[in-house]
């Protein structure tokens, strides 16, 4: 199980940190990462990384705002996103997985709930 939580509604230029852990310690979790979905769009990866670090994966819209970090002892990922646009607005959900390959193509083995970010 993953378990998110920090979203909530920002005006355009703030700022919001989400946070996702593993209810359990999981062998199989070996990188972690968000996606996000808004209402008559597809879900897209916005980052990505292995648990043990490493070179992160963004997709190129939150590329110098966001930065992923992660806690590999607590299988916890962290999403900071600074200069926030309305575009962002989205349900935001954690996923893991062992390859961070599969990951980042949206193959994920668990995934939390989400997590609203507003950005009005």
């Known amino acids: 199980q993953l378990v998110e939580s920090g979203g909530g509604l920002v005006q355009p230029g703030g700022s919001l940190r989400v946070s996702c852990g593993a209810s359990?310690?999981?062998?199989?979790?070996?990188?972690m990462g968000w996606y996000r979905q808004s209402p008559g769009k597809e879900r897209e990866g916005v980052a990505a990384?292995?648990?043990?670090?490493?070179?992160?994966y963004y997709t190129d819209s939150v590329k110098g705002r966001f930065t992923i970090s992660q806690d590999n002892a607590k299988s916890a990922v962290f999403l900071q996103m600074n200069s926030l646009k309305p575009e962002d607005t989205a349900m935001y959900y954690c996923?893991?997985?062992?390859?961070?390959?599969?990951?980042?193509?949206?193959?994920?083995?668990?995934w939390g709930q989400g997590t609203q970010v507003t950005v009005s």
């Open positions: 996923a893991a997985n062992w390859d961070l390959g599969l990951l980042w193509a949206g193959r994920a083995d668990y």
């Open positions: 990384i292995y648990l043990g670090g490493g070179v992160p």
């Open positions: 359990e310690y999981t062998e199989s979790i070996n990188c």
